[in-house]
């Protein structure tokens, strides 16, 4: 098996895993990551975002060997004390009721806010469309998004 390099929150590491092993594995199997989830294992629920050079993308749809030389950042490493902006809005509104999309849900609204700062309604519905709730939290996490844009701004 190859030996990769894979900056992850600022942290280089080595992993030695096959070329098509998914980020989604190594990060929660090699580097004991475990903030992202797995959901769906295709790349439609959302659950596994994380940022790759600051773009929200399905750790679960990508290789290793796609992001070599990217910067990833999970929700471990969005703020060292969990304060992002996002992740505060988040306990203001109380959004979470089983908590496992929660992470992919705050990487999607960071990334989308960071492009994105002062979102209109539609914009944050749109942003966030792809993510799935199985609670059905989503205007919680529609006024939390919308809270971390006023924080931010």
Not at 15 to 34: F, M, Q
Not at 88 to 101: I, R, S
Not at 118 to 137: F, L
Request: negative net charge; aromatic residues 4%.
């Amino acid at each position: 098996m190859p030996t990769y390099q894979i900056e992850v929150n600022g942290t280089t590491s080595s992993v030695d895993v096959s070329t098509d092993t998914p980020l989604l594995w190594v990060l929660r199997d090699h580097l004991d990551l475990v903030g992202t989830k797995y959901g769906c294992g295709i790349g439609q629920c959302g659950a596994c975002t994380v940022h790759v050079d600051g773009t929200a993308m399905r750790s679960c749809a990508l290789t290793l060997e796609q992001v070599q030389g990217k910067s990833i950042t999970t929700i471990e490493g969005l703020s060292e004390n969990g304060d992002h902006p996002v992740q505060e809005a988040w306990k203001e509104v109380d959004v979470p009721q089983c908590g496992y999309c929660q992470a992919g849900q705050i990487m999607t609204a960071a990334a989308f806010l960071e492009q994105n700062p002062t979102p209109s309604e539609e914009d944050i519905k749109n942003a966030m469309h792809g993510n799935i709730c199985r609670c059905a939290t989503y205007n919680r996490i529609h006024r939390a998004v919308e809270k971390a844009a006023e924080n931010m701004g």
